[in-house]
């Protein structure tokens, strides 16, 4: 299926990257795209780690992206990248936040948050590093961040020419449109790079 | 009417109300559990229940039917082991309105204790099944399924699996049917099921599935798509998506919406028509071993597993040799992930004092407190399935008692949990004189599944105030003496009540009584709890870097391993004041309250 995309988003339960997922599905649906979409509810929402998947194309059959598949790969916490980096394809992209959460062996000092994996992903495939928790604090909101790294999927994707302004207005909170739009300028700069 | 993206969870929601369901009651489960949630939103025109339990949920169910609405039941796959009695009976005695029962599976375990194929509870019990690969297949079979429950009679089990469910596609809507309740006539020959009865329905039921079988041949439920002849694939559910997406058009397909009975006839003439036939089924070979049964040859188990979820990669190296490139790098060094008790979860502080009473077994259950038998708490012997934690300790009291085994059994079990089944299980702790210690973790709400009412909550699925089971005098009226109710977050309030429960020679009960930290309070929650207020805070220079605190497995916490500190987050922080009562040198305060 040459022609479906695949985009993985990754991160730890309660990032919002369900509400990116929706915000994402929405806008790729408008455009005329078939759109299907994964995600696992449930253990996922303590703590856990959690996926969110879209593909997309002209026709789409499995809801789910297999390993080596993805196209981008979004991942909202550090460790989280390397945790789902085998399902990014080795000729894709990975957006990855600067943004760690500890999980629950590294809180207790069992195990340690592991170094260097900024540089490892950087040696297998394309990357872009955002500091998307600062992009989004320096705006003015920090629970902005999903937002911030939703924009530079876009232009990571090159899925510029879609109206996602309008579709984020449509999606989120009443009176946060404003400034999950400037979010979303915000990261589809960062993503530049 | 438009087109909208749906899980097939809205979509079967969506199905129901366009069908002309009228009723419909469920229990919660992942991955079922939005079913019932998006069908509670048709407020006007569907009355939507939980019940506290699946059994009692398909009788509601089934009563409704024999009353003449279309109704609908919903559940997670072992659910349906809970329904099973009403189930087989309602398979003789078949339906009035039409009757759907939905089975959600969970191929994988993302949130389940096992790994059950449901599509044999169809073949069991005798009834119709369908299976929904897609959104739109999730809406439409759910008035098809109702339509042959009424025309042949029976119950129609509805599977669903985890990608389904959860998974979002394109669904084109339309408008609600009205559908005329059918009027309810008395008739002993068919809802009496006693054995007079019962021996001639039985007839009747293979007579049904007779006609079914020529029902599923012909209808387009299930349907051919030709393309290469060399290769010919059978498939159902989701496994449908993976074998397309894997093959293309370099196979013909007979897709499978109709599973019970088998479509025979359409199946061997399918098999004739092509070279090497593949049978692509996730879990078991329910499918593969009918067609292998029948004579016709075909591949399935032999190369696919029947352990796991299935996804294309598996299809595609299974039956085509192919592997995806993948990048390559060390995923050993990852720490997992594991699912936590949140920061200010009122099961934290039961769960601490619990871990340090020495010589008892803890017989656990299902739901948020089960994380409680997780590192660093562990405090938790058995999980099996729900009210088990109850009947379970008390076996294994017995058997410790007669070995003159010091060894006490202390069952733990939530809210939703115990109104579910756990009070059989004390009804027979109670009637033959146990003297298990059963701690009921009432949080207010059914946690784990995402905050579901429940009877002791105060409020019904679709918001009406009602009447709130007051647990301990619940349990004082089953003939429990010794009942008491404490605050969780009160760490010697907990203490003192395991000590003198473990001094009493009859049965307990100890309720602790504290809503999740992530439920919505109402205002009689307000009332009663207040907010929490304030933070912790760990004064660095007091903080003799013991883990104490750490040892409560709170995710505010964080050891910093360099200066042998402890840090709470701020953001995370709840203000429960676990932590505080822990720490030996009072270093953790309160701040900003
Ligand atoms: C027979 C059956 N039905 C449903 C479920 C899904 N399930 C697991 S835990 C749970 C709810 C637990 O709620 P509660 O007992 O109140 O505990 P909490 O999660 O709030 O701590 C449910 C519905 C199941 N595992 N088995």
């Known amino acids: 299926m040459p022609d479906v995309k695949n985009i993985l988003l990754v991160g730890v339960g309660g990032q919002g990257t369900i509400l990116v997922g929706k915000i994402l599905s929405n806008g790729l649906m408008s455009a005329g795209f078939d759109v299907k979409m994964s995600e696992v509810h449930g253990m996922a929402q303590r703590g856990g780690s959690v996926s969110n998947q879209v593909r997309y194309g002209k026709k789409v059959f499995s809801p789910i992206i297999d390993k080596g598949q993805a196209d981008i790969l979004v991942s909202f916490e550090t460790m989280e990248a390397l945790r789902w980096l085998e399902y990014l394809s080795p000729k894709g992209k990975a957006v990855v936040n600067d943004y760690r959460i500890p999980s629950a062996p590294i809180l207790t000092g069992k195990s340690d948050y592991p170094e260097g994996i900024l540089a490892v992903i950087k040696s297998k495939v394309a990357t872009t590093v955002i500091k998307a928790a600062e992009i989004a604090q320096n705006i003015g909101n920090p629970r902005t961040m999903n937002i911030v790294l939703f924009g530079a999927l876009v232009r990571g994707m090159e899925l510029t020419d879609i109206e996602w302004e309008k579709v984020i207005a449509g999606i989120v909170k009443a009176g946060t449109a404003e400034i999950n739009i400037e979010a979303f300028r915000a990261g589809m700069k960062a993503g530049e790079i | ?593």
């Open chain 2, 1 to 593: 009417m438009g087109r909208t993206l749906l899980t097939g969870n809205e979509a079967v929601a969506r199905g129901a109300y366009e069908a002309g369901v009228t009723y419909a009651a469920a229990y919660p489960g992942t991955p079922s559990t939005e079913i019932m949630e998006n069908i509670a939103m048709y407020k006007g025109d569907i009355l939507a229940e939980w019940a506290p339990n699946e059994k009692v949920a398909l009788e509601c169910v089934i009563g409704a039917s024999l009353a003449g609405a279309r109704v609908m039941a919903t559940m997670k796959m072992v659910g349906v082991n809970v329904a099973a009695d009403p189930l087989f009976c309602a398979a003789y005695a078949g339906v009035n309105g039409g009757l759907v029962l939905v089975s959600a599976d969970d191929p994988g375990l993302h949130s389940s204790q096992n790994e059950q194929d449901n599509r044999y509870y169809a073949k069991f019990a005798k009834i119709a099944m369908v299976e929904p690969s897609d959104s739109q297949e999730a809406k439409d079979m759910v008035l098809a399924a109702l339509e042959i429950s009424e025309e042949y009679d029976m119950p129609v089990l509805f599977r669903m699996t985890t990608r389904v469910c959860h998974g979002k596609s394109l669904v084109e809507t339309s408008e609600r049917r009205q559908v005329e309740p059918k009027p309810y006539v008395k008739n002993l020959q068919k809802y009496d099921l006693i054995p007079a009865v019962s021996r001639k329905l039985r007839v009747g039921l293979e007579e049904k599935l007779k006609q079914l079988e020529e029902f599923s041949n012909n209808t387009n439920l299930n349907f051919i798509e030709w393309k290469d002849k060399r290769i010919g694939v059978i498939s159902s559910g989701v496994a449908y998506q993976y074998a397309r997406e894997v093959f293309g058009d370099q196979a013909s397909y007979l897709k499978l919406g109709f599973t019970n009975p088998l479509p025979l006839d359409k199946i061997k003439a399918f098999a004739k028509e092509v070279g090497t036939l593949y049978v692509v089924e996730e879990l078991e070979p329910f499918i593969e071993e009918q067609i292998k049964a029948a004579g016709i040859a075909c591949l399935g188990k032999e190369k696919i597993p029947n352990i796991g979820e299935l996804a294309p990669a598996i299809v595609a190296k299974a039956l085509r040799g192919e592997k995806r490139s993948t990048i390559d790098y060390d995923q050993a060094s990852i720490p997992n992930r594991p699912p936590t008790l949140c920061a200010g979860c009122p099961h934290r502080g039961f769960f601490y004092e619990l871990s340090k009473l020495k010589n008892i077994m803890v017989t656990g259950d299902i739901g948020c407190y089960g994380l409680g038998g997780s590192d660093p708490l562990n405090a938790k012997d058995t999980s099996y399935d729900m009210g088990a934690s109850i009947s379970m300790g008390y076996g294994a009291q017995r058997v410790f008692e007669r070995s003159s085994s010091n060894l006490r059994t202390i069952s733990t079990i939530g809210d939703s949990t115990f109104f579910h089944t756990g009070i059989n299980s004390l009804l027979h702790v109670i009637y033959n004189g146990g003297k298990t210690i059963t701690c009921i973790l009432d949080n207010r709400i059914t946690g784990m599944t995402g905050h579901q009412e429940n009877p002791g909550s105060g409020f019904t699925l679709q918001g009406v105030p009602t009447k709130i089971v007051d647990i301990g005098e619940l349990v004082r009226v089953l003939g429990i003496n010794h009942v008491r109710t404490v605050n969780p977050l009160k760490l010697n309030e907990v203490r003192e009540a395991f000590t003198w429960a473990l001094e009493l020679d009859e049965a307990s009960v100890i309720i602790t009584r504290w809503p999740c930290v992530l439920k919505k309070l109402s205002s009689d929650d307000r009332k009663e709890f207040g907010d929490y207020l304030g933070k912790c805070a760990v004064a660095e220079e007091v903080c003799i870097g013991c883990k104490m605190c750490i040892k409560t497995g709170c995710p505010a916490l964080r050891f910093n391993k360099e200066i042998k500190k402890v840090k709470i987050d701020e953001t995370q922080c709840a203000g429960c004041e676990v932590c505080l009562q822990v720490c030996p040198v009072k270093a953790i305060r309160k701040v900003g309250e």
